[in-house]
T-cell receptor
Framework: GNSVTQMEGPVTLSEEAFLTINCTYT??????LFWYVQYPGEGLQLLLK?????DKGSNKGFEATYRKETTSFHLEKGSVQVSDSAVYFC???????FGSGTQLTVLP | GAVVSQHPSRVICKSGTSVKIECRSL??????MFWYRQFPKQSLMLMAT?????????EQGVEKDKFLINHASLTLSTLTVTSAHPEDSSFYIC????????????FGDGTRLSIL
């Protein structure tokens, strides 16, 4: 079956630090991959997506590249801000299978 | 962009009460809606998938008589937690999709359910 393995948190960084949150998946075929962000007390918002191998999704300074050879979709941002503090979920397919979520806290 | 409205955002009620949560797609036709449950500091667990006009498909371990799902139109799905007990307290999130295939879902803001 489908599964998503996500880097365990929590992750605490200083403002302007480089962020990487690892995500690997197991699935048949070539599923679409997504990163969602959840701010405290809210639902999920789509952050970015990639639908095929070597696609790079990007939004708000965040990027992730669909790597078929390593079955990975790691989330990166070159310089995080305090406002990026949230829980980040990696997910695959339309009927989403979620990773466990990574709590990110950015300190000023 | 597409918007999904979930109501109510918070419910506090006594044990034994049935609670209905609504999920509406505001500017698109949602052929499929999903209901998730999220425990504190944990990921989302898919409870069921509902397609307009047909019975919901429940995930293993989810009691269909406990969590009644109705998807009567292309813009509305409801989740009713019947005879709720404290262990049903959780954050419930709905999402909707307007296409077949690997398209992203649009999420509601969630409902915090607290059973006393």
């Amino acid at each position: 079956g489908n599964s998503v393995t996500q880097m365990e948190g929590p992750v605490t960084l200083s403002e302007e630090a480089f962020l990487t949150i690892n995500c690997t998946y197991t699935a048949t075929g070539y599923p679409s991959l997504f990163w969602y962000v959840q701010y405290p007390g809210e639902g999920l918002q789509l952050l970015l997506k990639a639908t095929k191998a070597d696609d790079k999704g990007s939004n708000k300074g965040f990027e992730a590249t669909y790597r078929k050879e390593t079955t990975s979709f790691h989330l990166e941002k070159g310089s995080v801000q305090v406002s990026d503090s949230a829980v980040y979920f990696c997910a695959l397919r339309r009927q989403l299978t979620f990773g466990s979520g990574t709590q990110l806290t950015v300190l000023p | 962009g597409a918007v999904v409205s979930q109501h109510p955002s918070r419910v506090i009620c006594k044990s034994g009460t049935s609670v209905k949560i609504e999920c509406r797609s505001l500017d698109f036709q949602a052929t499929t809606m999903f209901w998730y449950r999220q425990f504190p500091k944990q990921s989302l667990m898919l409870m069921a998938t509902s397609n307009e006009g047909s019975k919901a498909t429940y995930e293993q371990g989810v009691e269909k008589d406990k969590f009644l799902i109705n998807h009567a139109s292309l813009t509305l799905s409801t989740l009713t937690v019947t005879s709720a007990h404290p262990e049903d307290s959780s954050f419930y999130i709905c999402s909707a999709s307007d296409r077949i295939g690997n398209q992203p879902q649009h999420f509601g803001d969630g409902t915090r359910l607290s059973i006393l």
